[in-house]
């Protein structure tokens, strides 16, 4: 069974500070997803990698993909308040007929505090 | 709007009860999965289907069911309902079964918020 860990599960920052959320999975996987959740709403598609040393940036925000030690990393680059969100890691596990199966992570609630 | 359309947006009711969810997938996407969110559970895989077929089944109970009709929209049934059912439930869809090739993000709906008294 695909597990996905998250870690740190609370981030609190400064503005303008710079931080790493990671995201450790257990078996393989050449696909990664990384979400946004805003308090009461929907999951927004940040990024998709996959392959290894795939890298893809948006903004503040950098993520990176090595298959080989099975690690995500989403880097925060000089935080600002709108942030501010819970950002899930999901790792695609193929399913047969064609299928990838995502399995997230609980995700990292992140606060961007002035 | 993401284009992934779910009704109800919330929906109170009791122990015992049934309830159907409702998915409207993004226009050209083929397949739909269902995923739970509760605080302890966090996103639980419930179940997917492509272009009418059951692909792949996770945490989904016995007591919940899903199908996609031919006009790919899905419905994810939830009977003899607990208090432990409570949670926002969350449709998604993606182009297809992309196999090796593609990203095939899945994008989600705005959610069905249950709860069960």
């Known amino acids: 069974e695909l597990k996905v860990e998250q870690n740190p599960l609370f981030l609190s920052m400064q503005e303008g500070k710079n931080y790493t959320i990671y995201c450790n999975y257990s078996t393989t996987s050449d696909r990664l997803y990384w979400y946004r959740q805003d308090p009461g709403k929907s999951l927004e598609s940040l990024f998709v990698l996959l392959s290894n040393g795939a890298v893809k940036q948006e903004g503040r925000l950098m993520a990176s993909l090595d298959t080989k030690a099975r690690l995500s990393t989403l880097h925060i680059t000089a935080a600002v308040h709108d942030l501010s969100a819970t950002y899930f890691c999901a790792v695609a596990a193929y399913s047969g007929a064609g299928s990838y199966q995502l399995t997230f992570g609980k995700g990292t609630k992140l606060s961007v505090i002035p | 709007d993401s284009g992934v359309t779910q009704t109800p947006k919330h929906l109170i009711t009791a122990t015992g009860q049934r309830v159907t969810l409702r998915c409207s997938p993004r226009s050209g996407d083929l397949s739909v999965y269902w995923y739970q969110q509760s605080l302890d559970q966090g996103l639980q895989f419930l179940i997917q289907y492509y272009n009418g077929e059951e692909r792949a089944k996770g945490n989904i109970l016995e007591r919940f069911s899903a199908q996609q009709f031919p006009d790919l929209h899905s419905e994810l049934n939830l009977s003899s309902l607990e208090l432990g059912d409570s949670a926002l439930y969350f449709c998604?869809?993606?182009?297809?079964?992309?196999?090796?090739?593609?990203?095939?993000?899945?994008?989600f709906g705005a959610g069905s918020r249950l709860t069960v008294l």
């Open positions: 998604a869809s993606s182009p297809g079964t992309s196999g090796h090739s593609g990203a095939n993000v899945l994008t």
